[in-house]
């Protein structure tokens, strides 16, 4: 659905390009975690995918469309919660009156159910609301157009702990098969339970994309144990545990925080583990 294509961009004219011919598809009824560290560049990337910056060379398609040129069927399939976000100082219900028309998928009942979950007031003075009271609402917005393709940043910034249990409720409750979910987060904590599919970048590199099906069933985590040919060993207040190629038959639940610490530490063993 979402095809990333030979994509090279830069912020400046120094020559360095913070993405190089970078290539990544995106596929329905999946739910992406997009992990890297800081400065890999994930929120550029995720502002390419939504045609809001203008590669140097390849391009972003959606269904076959070029995002970039920001055509009306393509827009009204796509939405983005960024980071960061001012509202306008009016209403909710003022604010959907404007904006839902846009997208012809939009369902107020579905909003309504969202906030809700989120224990938010179907009708409000936007400006009046803390941040993270902002982002419940716009996230249930956003989640109510009910475009194919999501695309959060940082979703549970500045969320409270019954807040994010909230947030992967409401997540699990509005992807359906043909929807296409992707959040890049550091709090890999707060996502790991709603992530059917992880994708890890480095230096303009894909090093990992693959489900967590797929993870399960060729690493193991765990503690640590004699004779272990370890990928990573990381100590913890449960002792040592550790990130190893699994043995036949045995499938471990996916530990993100591992994972993605393994995948940096260990980039060419995790490719060639799973053939990418």
């Known amino acids: 659905m979402l095809q990333i294509t030979n994509l090279s961009f830069s912020y400046n004219k120094s020559g360095h390009k913070l993405f190089h011919d970078f290539s990544l598809d995106l596929q329905p009824g999946n739910i992406y975690g997009l992990l890297g560290k800081n400065g890999a560049g994930k929120s550029t990337l995720i502002y390419l995918m939504t045609g809001l910056l203008t590669p140097a060379s390849g391009q972003v398609t959606l269904d ?3 995002v970039r040129r920001r055509l009306p069927k393509t827009l009204s399939d796509l939405f983005l919660v960024p980071e960061e976000f001012e509202l306008p100082h009016t209403t909710l219900s003022q604010f ?3 904006n839902a028309p846009f997208y012809p998928n939009f369902s107020v009942d579905d909003m309504n159910r969202y906030l809700d979950t989120f224990e938010m007031e179907h009708d409000c003075k ?8 902002k982002k419940k609402v716009f996230m249930s917005f956003a989640l109510a ?4 393709v999501l695309i959060m940043d940082e979703p549970t910034n500045g969320l409270d702990i019954p807040s994010k249990s909230q947030w992967r409720k409401i997540i699990a409750s509005g992807m359906t098969d043909d929807k296409m979910m992707l959040f890049s987060t550091h709090q890999v904590r707060d996502i790991e339970q709603v992530l059917d599919h992880v994708t890890i970048i480095d230096q303009s590199q894909v090093l990992l994309n693959a489900s967590l099906g797929e993870v399960a069933s060729r ?11 370890t990928l990573l060993a990381q100590t913890s207040a449960m002792g040592t545990l550790v990130v190893t190629p699994a043995l036949a038959g045995e499938e471990t639940q996916v530990d993100l925080e591992l994972l993605f610490n393994a995948t940096l530490q260990q980039p060419q063993a995790i490719r060639q583990l799973f053939g990418q």
Request: glycine content about 10%; overall charge positive.
């Open 219 to 229: 690493l193991a985590f765990r503690p640590m144990r004699e004779g272990d040919q």
């Open 145 to 148: 157009t009910n475009t194919r």
């Open 126 to 133: 936007l400006q009046s609301l803390s941040m993270g009271q």
């Open 96 to 98: 959907v009156k404007i």
């Open 64 to 66: 076959g469309i070029d």
